[in-house]
Each structure stands twice: as structure tokens, then as C-alpha cells.
T-cell receptor
Framework: QQPVQSPQAVILREGEDAVINCSSS?????VHWYRQKHGEAPVFLMI?????EQKGHDKISASFNEKKQQSSLYLTASQLSYSGTYFC??????????FGKGTRLHILP | SAVISQKPSRDICQRGTSLTIQCQVD?????MFWYRQQPGQSLTLIAT?????????ESGFVIDKFPISRPNLTFSTLTVSNMSPEDSSIYLC?????????????FGPGTRLTVL
């Protein structure tokens, strides 16, 4: 079951904050976040495991609410380098990741 | 971590022909996967490449159309057979060091395939 991401696209000015949401209709073991720039491979951001944890590095963090089967990615004080498409991927421990349709983020100077 | 390379990086093929894409990892990975991505779209899992045994295909993908090999822990191939224009897409391979549910996936740069 493909997770649902929202919003589909976001346009921000440099320095503004953004939240990207990911939800699933199935029980989740883990949520994965990747960023892909145009013409490049997806790059790993973080994994959140069952247990309702939060993670972050630099100004990008995420939370995972296993009861609601939802995860959110928080981008604080966005930089131009944050532009790209963000994908969440979900797993229910069956040795594969199913990715959402992606959220396109465009940062304006 | 692992660095993944793919060959070719892009190709233009005629309808009805086949293309084999190679995926090479610079270190051993536990699992390898093949994805398809239409420009601006999501990553769709084609199959899990299992070492020494038949690949595990996702719904909508069959072995006759997308035969996969994985002879060792660092190499895999995906063949797109009897191609049609609908097969035009970017094909990516990925690998994990450990179970994919709780480990980072490393992606190759992709192979951009155009079928005429």
C-alpha cells in the first residue's frame, strides 16, 4: 500500500519553514525519508523506527507516530540546497520499502 | 556506506529489442532492489534481486519481461525484454547493508531508457 504524502508541492522563500506529511493505512514498522534532486539519485535523510521516535540533524528533523501511522518531516530555516523532491518510504518489516509519490519543494532566494 | 554505479547511464532502443542494465556496488550489500521511475514520479519497486535464487517480483512485473540476475553480493543485472515505448523510464538499482526496513538504501545514478 503506497503511503500518501502531502502537500504535493511547496514553494518557500529562503529561511522559511516547511512540514511534509506521510501517512499510511497499514501498520508501520519504519518510515524512511529521502531527497532527490533533479537528474540525481535519491539521497538518504533518516529512518524512524516503530516506537514513536523523533530524529534530526542540522535543521531537518522528523517524527513518527505509529498509532496514527503518520510521519512528518520538518525543514527549519530552509536553505536553497533543500530544494528537491522529498519521498517518504514505509515498511511493515517485509524486507521492502514502498515510496510515496513525493513532495516537490522549491526554495526561492 | 556503499557507492553504486550503473551501466549504461542512458540508451535509446528500438521497439522489440532488449537491454541489460548492470549494477555494481563497491562493497557487499545484503539486499539489492530494482526500481522504475517516470520523470517527476515516484519510485516503483520492480523486484528484489536475491543472490543465487530467483528474484522476487512486485505485482505488475514478471520475470519474462524483467529477468534479473544477482550472481554475488556486489553485482546485479536487470534486462528489459521486448521493449515498447511504455518501457521508457529511469531504472535505478539500490542496495542495503542489512535489512531494508531499518537500514539506509544506497541508490545508483539510474539508467535513462528511451524506447522508440
Amino acid at each position: 500500500q503506497q503511503p500518501v504524502q502531502s502537500p504535493q508541492a511547496v514553494i518557500l522563500r529562503e529561511g522559511e519553514d516547511a512540514v511534509i506529511n506521510c501517512s499510511s493505512s497499514k501498520a508501520l514498522y519504519s518510515v524512511h525519508w529521502y531527497r532527490q534532486k533533479h537528474g540525481e539519485a535519491p539521497v538518504f535523510l533518516m529512518i524512524l523506527l516503530k516506537g514513536g521516535e523523533q530524529k534530526g540533524h542540522d535543521k531537518i528533523s522528523a517524527s513518527f507516530n505509529e498509532k496514527k501511522q503518520q510521519s512528518s518531516l520538518y525543514l527549519t530555516a530552509s536553505q536553497l540546497s533543500y530544494s528537491g523532491t522529498y519521498f517518504c518510504g514505509t515498511s511493515n518489516r517485509d524486507d521492502k520499502i514502498i515510496f510515496g509519490k513525493g513532495t516537490r519543494l522549491h526554495i526561492l532566494p | 556506506s556503499a557507492v553504486i554505479s550503473q551501466k549504461p547511464s542512458r540508451d535509446i532502443c528500438q521497439r522489440g529489442t532488449s537491454l541489460t542494465i548492470q549494477c555494481q556496488v563497491d562493497s557487499q550489500v545484503t539486499m539489492m532492489f530494482w526500481y522504475r521511475q517516470q520523470p517527476g514520479q515516484s519510485l516503483t519497486l520492480i523486484a528484489t534481486a536475491n543472490q543465487g535464487s530467483e528474484a522476487t517480483y512486485e505485482s505488475g512485473f514478471v520475470i519474462d519481461k524483467f529477468p534479473i540476475s544477482r550472481p554475488n553480493l556486489t553485482f546485479s543485472t536487470l534486462t528489459v525484454s521486448n521493449m515498447s515505448p511504455e518501457d521508457s523510464s529511469i531504472y535505478l538499482c539500490s542496495g542495503t547493508q542489512g535489512g531494508p526496513s531499518y537500514n539506509e538504501q544506497f541508490f545508483g545514478p539510474g539508467t535513462r531508457l528511451t524506447v522508440l
